[in-house]
């Protein structure tokens, strides 16, 4: 076995180890609501539990583009509570950048669309933002895109931002990935290199939304993984694959301990 035990410790050891050279993160909601932002599914805090306000058919129609076309009110109500600007990157989203300093980190996928792990410092061609993110948009339309600023009033001021080329007049949406839409190509043309991981580390996320949650497949089977969540998810029965369950950025403390790596993180976190 290349990590014997279920903890911490063993992930450390293995991290420091010649064997382990390309880190590959799949990352969830989890990693944010220590930031203050919620998570989708968790059953009291989630955001569709939350949603009855918005007179939603169901939950998930807040992110279905067909619905959003037809009315687009309920997602600006919740983008002008979830746009970037007033959250900060969590000690997680800085243990990502740590990895990269140390020359592990090989690709970050996530589905989180906070942007957090650039603002913590993640080069951005680590990251693949497979639900797409809030840091452009376009219209619906003719896809012609729209300026940040404008879209920035125009959320922060509860209005519909619409196409400003003429005859157009289209809904702008910013560029997420709704439920309807395909994922961007960077996503499909970096799959292949999860062949190259050493190790794959998945954190909140329910693993519930594919093709996102099957990336756990295609890491060689000899490739340890390991999962950090609340709960158990997903299915993790092969020989090396590590589960730990709690808060993220408890573990990832822990982690760090083990790894020698605390208080860089503590600093980098708080610089
Ligand atoms: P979910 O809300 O489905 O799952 C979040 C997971 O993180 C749950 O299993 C929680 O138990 C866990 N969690 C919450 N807080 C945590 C913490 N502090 N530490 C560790 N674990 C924690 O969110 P996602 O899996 O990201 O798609 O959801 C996937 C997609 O569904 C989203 O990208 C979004 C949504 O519909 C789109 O909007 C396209």
């Not at 037809?70 to 000690?91: D, I, M, S, W």
Request: net charge neutral; aromatic share 10%; proline share 7%.
């Amino acid at each position: 076995k290349l990590i014997p035990g279920n903890d911490p410790r063993s992930v450390a050891a293995y991290m420091k180890s010649e064997r382990c050279r390309n880190v590959f993160l799949m990352l969830g909601a989890g990693v944010s609501t220590a930031a203050g932002i919620p998570d989708f599914r968790s059953p009291d805090t989630g955001l569709y539990a939350n949603l009855a306000r918005l007179n939603l058919p169901y939950p998930e129609a807040v992110f279905q583009i067909d619905f959003f076309r037809a009315n687009p009110v309920p997602f600006y109500t919740l983008a002008k509570e979830l746009y970037p600007g007033r959250f900060a990157p969590t000690l997680t989203h800085t243990f990502i950048s740590l990895l990269n300093t140390h020359s592990l980190l090989h690709t970050c996928f996530t589905q989180n669309i906070d942007t957090l792990e650039r603002l913590a410092g993640v080069p951005k061609d680590k990251i693949i933002e497979a639900h797409g993110s809030f840091a452009s948009q376009r219209c619906i339309e003719c896809k012609m895109p729209f300026d940040d600023e404008r879209m920035k009033r125009a959320v922060e001021g509860g209005e519909i931002p619409k196409c400003e080329r003429r005859k157009c007049g289209g809904v702008v949406k910013p560029d997420i990935v709704f439920f309807g839409e395909s994922l961007p190509k960077e996503f499909y043309s970096s799959i292949h290199s999860l062949r190259k991981a050493d190790l794959l580390i998945i954190i909140g996320t329910s693993l519930t939304v594919h093709p996102f949650a099957s990336l756990v497949h295609f890491v060689p089977q000899k490739c340890p993984r390991v999962l950090i969540n609340l709960v158990k998810v997903g299915e993790f029965d092969r020989r090396d694959d590590v589960v730990l369950l709690g808060k993220c950025d408890d573990i990832v403390r822990e982690l760090c301990r083990e790894l020698e790596w605390e208080e860089e993180l503590e600093s980098m976190w708080r610089g």
